[in-house]
């Protein structure tokens, strides 16, 4: 997912189709691109649910006011379906897509406290001339942007920005240290002058050339113990068998990559009983 907005946005067609070829390899399955006055949005999709036509992105609402472009999967996405179809949303697609489109149109940032998923999304708002940018709790799906005169550029990976053109290939030399230190740039920094990644759980809305950043959700520890070892492991099988079980919903098949560890060899385990099938498994060596 990639776009532009702002004066820099006014059918800036040609940008975005650059941006998106530069990362057409995270979605080869379908591309697309909106144009609107103030905002161009840009979308390379890989099919995952609903693999029909009815899943391209950028996706808007029927009246036009909302588009979205995304990258990711909301695993409770069934569950705030049938809540939306309550409020009288009815549906184009069986996409995880058009829920997430429904739900931050109607609740605005609110909703994202509740999505249970990996996730990197802009919405853009046409009658407000605003867009909502928000990136998952631990940062799963990458976002990177760059404020640039008249404007804002963001995209899934930093070459994207780069080949829009709006924003130059310049090292930050301030953060030399902490890669050859770390071999990676703690965020929100990049290696790049001007390119920030967007911090795990937090959100940016950019209007009329303000930009502003805020956290929706933190890591909280309770300090307290309660129960057993016992109750507190069947608590954990619990969890981690919901979580699972949620990310088995695909339209195409599901496998496993081993690390050769417990923990890659639990999940597979508990896939195998959730379906109460067997599974593709990979390792590489």
Same mark, same amino acid.
């Given at each position: 997912?990639?776009?532009?907005?702002?004066?820099?946005?006014?059918?800036?067609?040609?940008?975005?189709?650059?941006?998106?070829?530069?990362?057409?390899?995270?979605?080869?399955?379908?591309?697309?691109?909106?144009?609107?006055?103030?905002?161009?949005?840009?979308?390379?999709?890989?099919?995952?649910?609903?693999?029909?036509?009815?899943?391209?992105?950028?996706?808007?609402?029927?009246?036009?006011?909302?588009?979205?472009?995304?990258?990711?999967?909301?695993?409770?996405?069934?569950?705030?379906? =049938?809540?939306? +179809?309550? &409020?009288?949303?009815?549906?184009?697609?069986?996409?995880? #897509? @058009?829920?997430?489109?429904? !739900?931050? $149109?109607?609740?605005?940032?609110?909703?994202?406290?509740?999505?249970?998923?990996?996730?990197?999304?802009?919405?853009?708002?046409?009658?407000?001339?605003?867009?909502?940018?928000?990136?998952?709790?631990?940062?799963?799906?990458?976002?990177?942007?760059?404020?640039?005169?008249?404007?804002?550029?963001?995209?899934?990976?930093?070459?994207?920005?780069?080949?829009?053109?709006?924003?130059?290939?310049?090292?930050?030399?301030?953060?030399?240290?902490?890669?050859?230190?770390?071999?990676?740039?703690?965020?929100?920094?990049?290696?790049?002058?001007?390119?920030?990644?967007?911090?795990?759980?937090?959100?940016?809305?950019?209007?009329?050339?303000?930009?502003?950043?805020? =956290?929706?959700? +933190?890591? &909280?520890?309770?300090?307290?113990?309660?129960?057993?070892? #016992? @109750?507190?492991?069947?608590? !954990?099988? $619990?969890?981690?068998?919901?979580?699972?079980?949620?990310?088995?919903?695909?339209?195409?098949?599901?496998?496993?990559?081993?690390?050769?560890?417990?923990?890659?060899?639990?999940?597979?385990?508990?896939?195998?009983?959730?379906?109460?099938?067997?599974?593709?498994?990979?390792?590489?060596?």
């Amino acid at each position: 997912m990639c776009g532009i907005c702002g004066t820099a946005g006014h059918g800036d067609q040609d940008a975005v189709e650059r941006m998106v070829a530069a990362i057409v390899h995270r979605g080869p399955d379908d591309m697309g691109v909106f144009v609107g006055p103030g905002v161009t949005l840009g979308n390379t999709r890989l099919k995952i649910i609903d693999l029909s036509a009815a899943g391209h992105m950028p996706m808007a609402t029927p009246d036009g006011r909302f588009v979205l472009t995304y990258n990711g999967e909301i695993y409770n996405y069934q569950e705030l379906r =049938a809540e939306l +179809e309550t &409020r009288g949303v009815r549906f184009q697609s069986r996409t995880d #897509t @058009e829920v997430l489109l429904h !739900l931050v $149109a109607q609740d605005g940032v609110a909703c994202l406290k509740r999505l249970n998923g990996i996730f990197a999304f802009a919405l853009w708002d046409r009658d407000q001339r605003r867009l909502l940018v928000a990136r998952d709790r631990f940062g799963v799906k990458p976002l990177y942007y760059a404020l640039v005169p008249g404007g804002l550029v963001f995209g899934s990976e930093v070459k994207c920005l780069l080949a829009g053109g709006a924003v130059t290939a310049s090292i930050s030399v301030g953060q030399i240290p902490y890669f050859l230190t770390h071999l990676w740039v703690p965020g929100p920094e990049t290696m790049f002058e001007g390119v920030r990644k967007l911090p795990p759980g937090h959100y940016l809305s950019w209007h009329e050339g303000a930009c502003e950043e805020a =956290a929706f959700w +933190e890591l &909280r520890f309770d300090p307290e113990t309660r129960g057993s070892q #016992t @109750e507190r492991a069947d608590e !954990l099988r $619990a969890v981690l068998k919901g979580a699972v079980r949620r990310q088995l919903v695909s339209d195409r098949p599901v496998g496993v990559l081993l690390s050769g560890g417990v923990d890659s060899s639990a999940l597979l385990a508990m896939a195998t009983e959730e379906a109460g099938r067997a599974f593709h498994a990979y390792t590489i060596g």
